[in-house]
């Protein structure tokens, strides 16, 4: 099975910009998909694909995919947006799936 | 509304068997991948199991393989999680997913809030 690494923690200030990023051969052939998930709460997706966000997510979230690392960028983070984050993949096999390690961010 | 709501968790001692449900409304089940994702206290997200529309095709996490069975009944609209010779490891939140998108990007974009599961002598 495949395994996806992210950075445990990062902090960011208010209105700036943070990038999180997501390690794994599995990410070659196929795209992340990352999640938000606040305490207490199910996670939710906020970007799939290439770079496309549900209904609802705000502009300030976008993905991007390069060898065998995905980013997801907060440009402008806002307060709401601290959370933990996770990205997703299929693994090698392409049958099963694989979260990331997830990384905290903290708004300062 | 669309939605899906898990039930069944527990406290259950090592060694044990739970059988968890998912009942899905506001969509048309029996055309989607159903998932279980589960999530061990402060810990990560851990991709559990999963159960094709149609064919009913399953697949699992290798710390899972050969313990769980993931099981649907479309007339139901529901996907069970029958989960036997539970270990300390196996506490946690599970989830139910909806699978959506396309093979070069699956995702999982409908989630449950998640049933406890307490696995402790």
């Known amino acids: 099975s495949s395994e996806l690494t992210q950075d445990p923690a990062v902090s960011v200030a208010l209105g700036q910009t943070v990038r999180i990023t997501c390690q794994g051969d599995?990410?070659?052939?196929?795209?992340a998909s990352w999640y938000q998930q606040k305490p207490g709460q199910a996670p939710i997706v906020v970007i799939y694909?290439?770079?496309n966000r549900p209904s609802g997510i705000p502009d300030r979230f976008s993905g991007s995919t390069s060898g065998n690392t995905a980013s997801l960028t907060i440009t402008g983070a806002q307060a709401e947006d601290e959370a933990d984050y996770y990205c997703?993949?299929?693994?090698?096999?392409?049958?099963?799936?694989?979260f990331g390690t997830g990384t905290k961010v903290t708004v300062l | 509304e669309v939605q899906l709501v898990e039930s069944g968790g527990g406290l259950v001692k090592p060694g044990g068997s739970l059988r968890l449900s998912c009942a899905a409304s506001?969509?048309?089940?029996?055309?989607?991948?159903m998932n279980w994702v589960r999530q061990a206290p402060g810990k990560g997200l851990e991709w559990v199991s999963s159960?094709?529309?149609?064919?009913?095709?399953?697949y699992y996490a290798d710390s899972v393989k050969g313990r769980f069975t993931i099981s649907r009944d479309n007339a139901k609209n529901s996907v069970y999680l029958q989960m036997n010779s539970l270990r300390d490891e196996d506490t946690g939140f599970y989830y139910c997913?909806?699978?959506?998108?396309?093979?070069?990007?699956?995702?999982?974009?409908?989630w449950g809030r998640g049933t406890l599961v307490s696995v402790s002598s």
């Open positions: 159960i094709s529309s149609s064919r009913g095709y399953t």
């Open positions: 599995s990410l070659r052939n196929y795209y």
């Open positions: 997913a909806r699978r959506f998108g396309a093979p070069s990007y699956w995702y999982f974009d409908l």
């Open positions: 694909g290439k770079n």
């Open positions: 997703n993949s299929r693994d090698s096999s392409g049958n099963l799936y694989v």
């Open positions: 506001g969509f048309t089940f029996s055309g989607y991948t």
